[in-house]
């Protein structure tokens, strides 16, 4: 496979001003016939050249040029693309391409598909081009006219981007609609979508006294679950107004939510498709986090209206100035809308058990890549999540008023245009005229740095000195790297709990809290006119995506556990304890002493939770522990099953030394309520589950009724799953009477479903595997559905390392061979499940072997795709 280079960047040869589409549909055989506007680009510098369009499975049936047909002598097809010599050079000229598509067959849900009986497309990021012949490429952007002709009974709804323009009657019971989209677009924005629908209508008023026509199509089994999903989008909108300025432009906006789907939603202009997932919710079949969920996605993909769709990306390897900067601006409303400290803590912890592995794996590569084979295995964490990091330290070097000025700057400057990620920073400098020549490295290094600290207080001199090192490690093709400009949010805490002020020597600036800046690889900060030795709280709020290295004692961390005013540090002290310990109880299962429990931290924890909060998700989170995956990235050698075994031991000790406060704290805030999305109710829910969870671990009886009461009485679906979840992880006698019955409950809505496989995908008890192979064979099962495979194989292997990493490696074999029936099925789908084995160099030199080996068992896959092919062959590079 041919490896694409960000250097070799050229800009089209050929410009499509005009793009008309007429789709004559069929869910075996669509017709399609796009006539394109045309002419040569006076940016490119190439000479005469033939036209070159990229197509895929795509049936020819005919070429027009300026309305003559023809013949084959004058165009050349080949696999992938359509070469039309002698076009015009000077003048504007019209290609007319006719070929037809089989959506039913196409089962990589890339280009025109079939969801049941639901046509609809995905484009980004090459998808068009198996549509028709095209500039497949973001750059090029285009005026879209699309007609939609279908059965009536078949396809009673027709929709594409932009405004509908006409519609009428044919003969023979069919229909037709035509849609114009006023905003010039890149392909990978095109939509169309068509089948039995039903509609929730609603309304938006802009700032500017606009009214907007808001539309969400569903399945009519499921028009009862899109209340949440609309109340989101008007919040999203006027999040968007209120905080970056940014009004909805066009009349009308369209969700349509899809039960195969391969990522979450796609933001085509004015016609947004939607994985079913991240629409549908009701308090019954929805958890309190779903609910979060749908309403960050609804904002992402309304966010890029702007960040994305009015100013896109020159090339894919540009992902990161959408997408980086949409992650980032999802996050902030989310944080607005519900708990910033809770959706901050939650951002991080993804960030460093998954990213901070990429960053660190085979396939390290920077927020900007500078190579792929498929641009699909680039919708990365790194990608999407450290390049939202970024754009946050821009927000935290900036101010969040100098930050506001850049981008009003950058829309301003690039409004209908297709640009880089140069482009964004370029506008970030000139709007508050700073220098940043050093932070564009963000955009071009891998890997995470690894910043190293240490402190040295003088009472002579009442100064504290700080020094910071940082150290960024070599990442594929990338051996040395130079220092990064890193944001470190700080503040010096005094033995009473208050924050002392900051004098830093050479500065006038005296706050309470301050934002280091480190450019070098060493430096040295130093803090004046402190009479009382202060305890450091460094990087708050998570300022910079690190590894932070500091000599802390765990008396240390339970100051700040009880005393740091910044939510995150205060988390983060009360992680490192609990790391501490558990990591102490690693080695002495390695070393086959026996275990017990370091005082401190009960200690700590009963701290904890015989405060009084009042944001009780965070409450939640303080009392929760480190996960397993979160404690394996901070190991060498990762040892899965000691790690498994001492965390365990941990949540045993904490349940049993706070028994009463947890049995309290989950009596307190039980309700027999049905779910409704708001703070304090989530809160209490998020809590007793965490409280229930301990509680369950004491293997007593009444706490066994607690569970089970809990799951036959929910009335959410938060408590519900909670509740079993709990009786799944523990040898809670009525188990499988449970499973059973939410299996009964549940067997017609596909959202829940997928809950239930993945449940039992993750779950501890020691039949797990075979559950899993069962699983495998069950009527609900389809290797076709991503988000079913996502439940069960996905769910296994990324989150179940217990079972996965089986020393034996029928976990690894399980998981190749799904990777290789995938591989014909749904290439993209089939690359992201390759992800679990790419850290093969993370364990004991005999699960290295077996991973290893069936790395290679894919590599030798016949007809292995290109999405495949790149992330096994790096991985084993
Ligand atoms: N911009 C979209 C990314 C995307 C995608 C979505 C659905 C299916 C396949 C896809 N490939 C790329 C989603 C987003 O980030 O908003
Ligand atoms: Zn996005």
């Given at each position: 496979?041919?490896?694409?280079?960000?250097?070799?960047?050229?800009?089209?040869?050929?410009?499509?001003?005009?793009?008309?589409?007429?789709?004559?549909?069929?869910?075996?055989?669509?017709?399609?016939?796009?006539?394109?506007?045309?002419?040569?680009?006076?940016?490119?510098?190439?000479?005469?050249?033939?036209?070159?369009?990229?197509?895929?499975?795509?049936?020819?049936?005919?070429?027009?040029?300026?309305?003559?047909?023809?013949?084959?002598?004058?165009?050349?097809?080949?696999?992938?693309?359509?070469?039309?010599?002698?076009?015009?050079?000077?003048?504007?000229?019209?290609?007319?391409?006719?070929?037809?598509?089989?959506?039913?067959?196409?089962?990589?849900?890339?280009?025109?598909?079939?969801?049941?009986?639901?046509?609809?497309?995905?484009?980004?990021?090459?998808?068009?081009?198996?549509?028709?012949?095209?500039?497949?490429?973001?750059?090029?952007?285009?005026?879209?006219?699309?007609?939609?002709?279908?059965?009536?009974?078949?396809?009673?709804?027709?929709?594409?981007?932009?405004?509908?323009?006409?519609?009428?009657?044919?003969?023979?019971?069919?229909?037709?609609?035509?849609?114009?989209?006023?905003?010039?677009?890149?392909?990978?924005?095109?939509?169309?979508?068509?089948?039995?629908?039903?509609?929730?209508?609603?309304?938006?008023?802009?700032?500017?006294?606009?009214?907007?026509?808001?539309?969400?199509f569903v399945e009519a089994h499921d028009l009862d679950k899109c209340d949440h999903a609309m109340q989101s989008l008007k919040n999203a909108m006027r999040w968007d107004e209120e905080t970056y300025g940014l009004e909805y432009d066009l009349d009308l906006y369209m969700i349509v939510a899809v039960g195969h789907f391969n990522m979450g939603a796609m933001e085509n202009k004015g016609l947004n498709i939607f994985n079913t997932k991240f629409v549908l919710a009701r308090p019954d079949t929805a958890t309190d986090s779903d609910y979060e969920h749908i309403e960050g996605v609804i904002g992402h993909e309304y966010f890029h209206n702007w960040s994305g769709n009015r100013v896109t990306c020159?090339?894919?390897?540009?992902?990161?100035?959408?997408?980086?900067?949409?992650?980032?601006?999802?996050?902030?409303?989310?944080?607005?809308?519900?708990?910033?400290?809770?959706?901050?803590?939650?951002?991080?912890?993804?960030?460093?058990?998954?990213?901070?592995?990429?960053?660190?794996g085979p396939l390290a590569h920077p927020i900007r890549p500078d190579a792929y084979i498929e641009i699909n295995n680039f919708y990365t964490l790194t990608v999407y999540e450290k390049g939202a990091e970024v754009v946050?330290?821009?927000?935290?070097?900036?101010?969040?008023?100098?930050?506001?000025?850049?981008?009003?700057?950058?829309?301003?400057?690039?409004?209908?245009?297709?640009?880089?990620?140069?482009?964004?920073?370029?506008?970030?400098?000139?709007?508050?005229?700073?220098?940043?020549?050093?932070?564009?490295?963000?955009?071009?290094?891998?890997?995470?740095?690894?910043?190293?600290?240490?402190?040295?207080?003088?009472?002579?001199?009442?100064?504290?000195?700080l020094t910071l090192k940082q150290d960024n490690p070599p990442t594929p093709g990338q051996p040395r790297k130079e220092p990064l400009h890193i944001p470190i949010k700080t503040g010096l805490i005094l033995p009473d709990g208050n924050l002392a002020q900051c004098r830093l020597q050479g500065s006038e600036q005296v706050s309470h809290k301050i934002v280091l800046e480190l450019t070098e690889k060493e430096q040295t900060f130093v803090f004046e006119q402190l009479p009382q030795k202060p305890v450091i709280s460094l990087l708050r709020g998570f300022s910079a995506p690190v590894k932070l290295k500091m000599q802390r004692s765990l008396e240390e961390l339970a100051f700040l556990l009880s005393h740091d005013p910044d939510t995150f540090n205060r988390w983060e002290a009360g992680q490192l304890l609990a790391g501490r310990v558990i990591a102490e109880l690693v080695e002495d299962l390695q070393n086959d002493r026996s275990l017990t429990i370091n005082p401190v931290l009960i200690e700590a924890y009963r701290k904890i939770a015989q405060h009084g909060w009042l944001d009780l998700s965070y409450f939640a989170l303080l009392l929760s522990l480190p996960s397993e995956i979160y404690l394996a990235e901070q190991m060498p050698i990762i040892d899965v099953e000691a790690i498994h075994t001492a965390r365990e031991f941990v949540v045993c000790q904490i349940a049993k030394h706070l028994e009463d406060d947890l049995r309290g704290l989950y009596l307190d805030n039980h309700r027999d309520e049905s779910g409704c999305f708001e703070a304090k109710a989530i809160g209490r829910r998020r809590l007793k589950n965490v409280c229930l969870g301990y509680l369950s671990k004491l293997d007593d009886t009444e706490i066994q009724r607690w569970s089970l009461k809990q799951f036959d009485t929910a009335k959410n679906m938060t408590d519900q799953i909670a509740a079993l979840s709990v009786i799944v992880n523990t040898p809670h006698p009525a188990r499988a009477t449970c499973l059973d019955a939410f299996y009964r409950q549940w067997r017609d809505e596909a959202l829940v479903l997928d809950k239930w496989f993945a449940l039992q995908a993750t779950a501890i008890p020691p039949d797990t595997f075979d559950a899993v192979e069962r699983l495998l064979k069950h009527p609900d099962f389809d290797l076709k559905n991503p988000n079913r495979v996502r439940a069960l194989v996905g769910s296994f292997s990324q989150a179940n390392p217990l079972h996965f990493h089986a020393a034996s490696g029928k976990g690894y074999r399980f998981l190749a061979d799904r990777i290789i029936e995938l591989n014909t099925l749904n290439p993209q789908v089939a690359s992201r499940m390759v992800g679990a084995l790419t850290q093969w160099r993370r364990y004991d030199e005999g699960r290295q072997a077996l991973m290893k080996a069936e790395l290679e068992r894919i590599m030798s896959t016949e007809a292995i795709s290109k999405d495949v092919y790149e992330v096994a062959s790096k991985s084993l590079a």
């Open positions: 496979p041919q490896t694409i280079y960000l250097k070799d960047y050229k800009p089209p040869e050929y410009l499509i001003h005009d793009t008309d589409l007429n789709f004559t549909l069929d869910n075996e055989s669509t017709r399609v016939v796009a006539t394109l506007t045309m002419s040569r680009n006076p940016a490119s510098k190439v000479d005469d050249s033939a036209l070159i369009l990229l197509g895929e499975n795509l049936t020819l049936l005919g070429v027009q040029l300026n309305g003559d047909t023809l013949s084959p002598d004058r165009y050349l097809q080949t696999q992938e693309s359509l070469v039309i010599h002698d076009v015009p050079q000077h003048e504007k000229f019209v290609v007319t391409i006719e070929n037809t598509i089989n959506p039913k067959a196409n089962t990589a849900l890339e280009g025109l598909y079939l969801s049941k009986n639901m046509l609809c497309t995905q484009c980004e990021a090459e998808g068009f081009r198996k549509i028709t012949y095209y500039l497949d490429r973001p750059d090029v952007m285009s005026r879209f006219t699309t007609t939609l002709v279908g059965d009536k009974e078949k396809y009673p709804v027709l929709l594409s981007n932009g405004n509908k323009k006409a519609q009428g009657e044919l003969p023979d019971n069919k229909h037709w609609v035509t849609w114009e989209d006023p905003f010039n677009k890149p392909c990978y924005l095109f939509a169309l979508v068509a089948g039995q629908l039903e509609c929730v209508r609603d309304s938006f008023i802009t700032q500017s006294g606009r009214r907007i026509a808001l539309e969400i020159r090339d894919w390897f540009q992902l990161s100035l959408k997408e980086g900067f949409t992650v980032f601006r999802d996050q902030e409303f989310t944080g607005d809308r519900t708990s910033k400290a809770v959706k901050r803590i939650e951002d991080v912890n993804a960030l460093r058990t998954r990213q901070f592995a990429e960053d660190a946050r330290m821009l927000h935290t070097l900036l101010g969040p008023q100098g930050f506001r000025k850049g981008c009003d700057l950058y829309f301003q400057r690039h409004d209908g245009q297709a640009v880089t990620c140069d482009d964004f920073v370029n506008a970030m400098e000139a709007a508050n005229d700073v220098d940043l020549t050093q932070f564009r490295r963000w955009y071009s290094q891998a890997g995470t740095p690894v910043l190293t600290v240490s402190e040295h207080y003088d009472s002579d001199t009442q100064t504290l000195s």
